[in-house]
């Protein structure tokens, strides 16, 4: 069967000065190497300089299929920003429910991930019960509670944030049921019986602001030596790491990694985070990928320091704008799920791109999709599609391509396809109908739709390619089975649309 390949005719509409300017620029780049292998994710960068890199999550986030997407295939790691934690896990004395948390782990096991888990001992989201126990039983609640879960865990959790934020700003022992109860002895009381309940997972004491040298670092420092001493089973320490644009880099937090180290502690970032105030502009995204460059340098820098965790990856589930009402914007993906500039600070720094001469690495992009077309018996097919960068680095479009799948029906076996408008230009885009050698379920020919060049900047859309096809006797199309079709008339994700860098798939699921 043969196919054909017609020029579309560009209907052009006049476009704002500024959209046109950023487009230009976008598609000056042309060229560039050929490309071979898919993108290296963020923990295959970490992996091959021996850390980890992760992301915390929670269990409504889960059902996005977007956003479970990237963290299933992004992150090595996983951490539950709520579900382990005492108010979920013990709610009432004595009841405990893991429903929430076996969640996560099954997910994590699902996608060759480790999980962290968070937390066994703190003062906050605590159930009141805890609070209002007689001091002289509150140890024993605790230890219940930490064998209990930790238990329940053995094999699904690797690393345990025994305690969390057991300080002060200032350095002193923060107030809680359990150090009201057993004073300073509480950690290793703690740390004693996650041992007993999980003798394979490595124990940590979190806490914030330790990142750099200062009074609550060396509280902390002080703390783990003595522990250490004691021989009281303690593994690392966790560095939360929830930084502030405006508050400036925790001062010299490589050589504060270095001193836990030295004492033969693994290091963890476990809560990375860098917020801003409102509205982000550019300098602040540019302190904030520095930010996370510089935590990501130190990392590296400090062997025992094992792997970092953001805590979550992207704007549109983070912990901030309710905490810090007017900050934000504090991840490396923003609302969209679409990677920021600090995304790409971090793949750099983790050795992106240091392919040792062998040529760049092919783009990450992904497919969306839009119904322009409401008739699914008429004699026209009209996809929209847009082209997302999703990668850290601009992505090279001369050898990418996309394909639109449907069927053809009866009548002409030869097509002419159209771009009838983009912002891209319509000149910049190709399209031709192919038929398919073996046929599939709702699938026997597909649109392709390809590039004459260009580049896109990391996050950036190709924005809507209005696309149109039919047969050359115009006879009808039934659209209702075609593999590709959707029926949302705004765009969004298009896993049936499959995206190419040169053979390669990149994006999407053929028929
Ligand atoms: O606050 C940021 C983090 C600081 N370090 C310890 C972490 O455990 C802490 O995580 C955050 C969670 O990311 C938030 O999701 O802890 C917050 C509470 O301390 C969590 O927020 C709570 C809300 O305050 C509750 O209203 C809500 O019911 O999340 C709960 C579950 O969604």
């Known amino acids: 069967m043969s196919s054909v390949m017609r020029c579309g005719h560009g209907r052009t509409r006049g476009l704002p000065a500024l959209l046109v300017g950023a487009l230009t620029l976008a598609f000056a780049l042309t060229g560039g190497p050929a490309t071979a292998a898919q993108q290296d994710t963020l923990h295959e960068l970490a992996a091959a300089q021996g850390k980890y890199f992760g992301s915390a999550t929670d269990n409504p986030e889960l059902s996005d299929a977007a956003y479970a997407a990237t963290l299933g295939s992004e992150f090595g790691q996983i951490t539950p920003g709520n579900s382990m934690k005492w108010d979920t896990t013990e709610p009432v004395?004595?009841?405990?429910?893991?429903?929430?948390?076996?969640?996560?782990?099954?997910?994590?096991a699902q996608h060759d991930q480790t999980v962290r888990g968070h937390t066994l001992v703190w003062h906050s989201q605590l159930p009141s019960w805890v609070g209002n126990?007689?001091?002289a039983q509150v140890e024993a609640a605790m230890t219940r509670h930490i064998t209990e879960e930790a238990t329940h865990y053995r094999g699904a959790v690797t690393a345990w944030d025994v305690v969390n934020e057991p300080f002060n700003e200032d350095g002193t022992f923060r107030t809680s049921p359990f150090y009201t109860a057993m004073g300073t002895d509480y950690v290793a009381t703690?740390?004693?019986?996650?041992?007993?309940?999980?003798?394979?997972?490595?124990?940590?004491?979190?806490?914030?602001?330790?990142?750099g040298l200062g009074a609550k670092s060396d509280a902390m420092y002080a703390l783990v030596s003595e522990l250490l001493d004691e021989g009281v089973p303690l593994d690392g320490v966790g560095m939360q790491a929830h930084l502030a644009v405006q508050y400036g880099f925790?001062?010299?937090?490589q050589a504060n990694m270095r001193r836990f180290a030295d004492l033969g502690l693994d290091v963890a970032v476990t809560e990375l985070d860098v917020r801003m105030q409102l509205p982000s502009d550019t300098a602040k995204s540019d302190t904030q990928a520095a930010y996370y460059r510089?935590?990501?340098?130190?990392?590296?820098?400090?062997?025992?320091?094992?792997?970092?965790?953001?805590?979550?990856?992207?704007?549109?589930?983070?912990?901030?704008?309710?905490?810090?009402?007017?900050q934000g914007a504090a991840n490396l993906y923003?609302?969209?799920l679409l990677p920021k500039p600090a995304h790409g600070a971090v793949r750099t720094a983790l050795g992106a791109g240091d392919d040792g001469g062998q040529g760049g690495e092919p783009g990450a992009f992904k497919a969306q999709y839009r119904n322009t077309d409401a008739s699914v018996g008429d004699n026209q097919i009209k996809p929209g599609l847009q082209l997302v960068n999703t990668g850290g680095t601009a992505g090279d479009l001369s050898?990418?391509?996309?394909?639109?799948?449907?069927?053809?029906?009866?009548?002409?076996a030869t097509y002419s396809s159209w771009c009838d408008w983009s912002p891209i230009g319509c000149s910049h885009v190709t399209h031709r109908v192919v038929a398919m050698d073996t046929p599939e379920a709702g699938a026997d020919h597909y649109l392709e739709v390809g590039f004459t060049g260009g580049s896109l900047a990391p996050g950036a859309s190709t924005g809507e390619i209005q696309l149109r096809l039919n047969k050359t006797d115009w006879s009808a199309f039934d659209e209702s089975d075609d593999y590709s079709r959707g029926s949302g008339t705004s765009y969004a994700d298009a896993p049936k649309i499959a995206v190419y860098a040169g053979d390669e798939l990149v994006?999407?699921?053929e028929p």
């Not at 004395?93 to 782990?105: A, L, M, N, R, S």
């Not at 549109?316 to 007017?326: A, D, E």
């Open 507 to 509: 994006w999407g699921i």
């Open 133 to 135: 126990l007689p001091p």
């Open 93 to 108: 004395q004595g009841q405990f429910d893991f429903t929430k948390g076996d969640v996560i782990t099954a997910f994590a």
């Open 250 to 253: 925790p001062y010299q937090m």
């Open 190 to 211: 703690a740390l004693r019986a996650a041992h007993a309940a999980d003798p394979d997972a490595k124990l940590y004491l979190n806490d914030y602001n330790i990142e």
């Open 334 to 336: 923003d609302e969209n």
């Open 399 to 412: 050898d990418v391509t996309l394909r639109y799948w449907f069927t053809a029906g009866n009548g002409a």
């Open 294 to 326: 510089q935590v990501v340098e130190a990392c590296l820098a400090v062997e025992r320091c094992v792997g970092i965790t953001v805590w979550d990856y992207t704007d549109k589930y983070s912990w901030v704008p309710s905490t810090f009402p007017g």
